[in-house]
């Protein structure tokens, strides 16, 4: 009964190979998160979908490239893999607020950590 | 600029000590949450605690207390009696209603308590 989770938590890759990290919420939110964790434990938002739609989308380099199958699915794809790229990833989900209200708590999952070699 | 700012990067205390983190936020919004989240060594980031910008009642909820000042735009965290478990990175975060959806994390502060 997990609320959000990702896949894998673990993934350890060569430099210019391509991943994906699949994340899943089953809490009934309708917008999902990709944060990415460097090891100075800085948290930056990545992307943000609402109903399948793209609605964050920040300076990321373009081998990044997010996917929504559904609003209970959020994928992160990554091409040409860096060293650099090399964090904890973490999906992330919330309900939208009424406008003028706020947003609602954002609910984390476990995390997958990318290690490029 | 940052708009959230925990400006305390490392804290120590020794078990049974209270202590406290700082966080002070910036925003010109009237309409604001404001949220703790915990990271123990483990990895996961859990919520601990979400306080809208009109309630300005502090909160209690056993070893933690939250004090919300708007005056000073502050949300500090309080530990009283710290104990082991409750080493950790702790993150401030801030959410407008301008800015919809988006959070804005402090950068963390990561206390460690000493047995």
């Known amino acids: 009964d997990t609320a959000v989770s990702q896949t894998p938590k673990y993934l350890v890759t060569q430099m210019g190979n391509d991943k994906s990290i699949k994340c899943e919420q089953n809490l009934g939110h309708d917008t999902m998160y990709w944060y990415k964790q460097d090891s100075k434990k800085f948290l930056k938002i990545m992307f943000s979908?609402?109903?399948?739609?793209?609605?964050i989308n920040e300076t990321v380099p373009n081998r990044f490239s997010p996917k929504s199958p559904d609003k209970a699915h959020l994928n992160l794809h990554i091409n040409s893999l860096e060293l650099g790229d090399s964090a904890v990833y973490f999906c992330?989900?919330?309900?939208?607020?009424?406008?003028?209200?706020?947003?609602?708590?954002?609910?984390f999952g476990p995390g997958t950590r990318l290690t490029v070699l | 600029a940052q708009k959230v700012t925990q400006a305390q990067t490392e804290i120590s205390v020794v078990e049974k000590e209270d202590v406290t983190l700082d966080c002070v936020y910036e925003?010109?919004?009237?309409?604001?949450?404001l949220f703790w989240y915990k990271q123990p060594p483990s990895g996961e980031l859990v919520f601990l605690i979400r306080r809208n910008s009109f309630d300005e009642q502090n909160e209690i909820s056993g070893r933690y207390s939250w004090n919300f000042q708007k005056s000073t735009s502050s949300f500090n965290f309080t530990i009283t009696a710290s104990q082991v478990v409750d080493s950790a990175v702790y993150f401030c975060?801030?959410?407008?209603?301008?800015?919809?959806?988006?959070?804005?994390f402090g950068t963390g502060t990561s206390l460690t308590v000493i047995p």
């Open positions: 925003t010109r919004d009237t309409t604001y949450y």
């Open positions: 975060a801030l959410s407008e209603s301008i800015t919809g959806n988006q959070f804005y």
């Open positions: 992330a989900s919330n309900q939208l607020g009424l406008a003028g209200l706020g947003t609602d708590t954002q609910y």
């Open positions: 979908y609402n109903n399948k739609e793209l609605i």
